[in-house]
Nanobody
Framework: QVQLAESGGGSVQAGGSLRLSCTGSGYSYGYCMGWFRQAPGKEREGVAVIDSDAMTDYADSVKGRFTISKDHAKNTLYLQMNSLKPEDTGMYYC????????????????RGQGTQVTVSS
């Protein structure tokens, strides 16, 4: 059974940085993994995705600011978020198993419980 757990969220001012982590168990390294977010009153938005060959895809809204990566030895997925904006505020979820395109991440089969990111202006 695949299990995912996110950490690293918090409150920062605009322009700041955060690094989210997602520790997983029970999944294959062949899975596509990614991050999506959801702000109150808004639709879920796929943020970034990475495949087994470390190929990545990002939402246009985060390109150049966010970087997705993974460490197989630690079974951990990361999302480095720089130059944060108030519109980046939301609950961030990691997810696994789905088509390896950023905007498809919200529909992935497995997801964690989420970690809150709040960016103040």
């Amino acid at each position: 059974q695949v299990q995912l757990a996110e950490s690293g969220g918090g409150s920062v001012q605009a322009g700041g940085s955060l690094r989210l982590s997602c520790t997983g168990s029970g999944y294959s390294y062949g899975y596509c993994m990614g991050w999506f977010r959801q702000a109150p009153g808004k639709e879920r938005e796929g943020v970034a995705v990475i495949d087994s060959d470390a190929m990545t895809d990002y939402a246009d809204s985060v390109k150049g600011r966010f970087t997705i990566s993974k460490d197989h030895a630690k079974n951990t997925l990361y999302l480095q978020m720089n130059s944060l904006k108030p519109e980046d505020t939301g609950m961030y979820y990691c997810a696994a198993r789905g088509p390896c395109v950023a905007d498809r991440v919200p529909g992935f089969n497995v997801r964690g419980q989420g970690t809150q990111v709040t960016v103040s202006s």
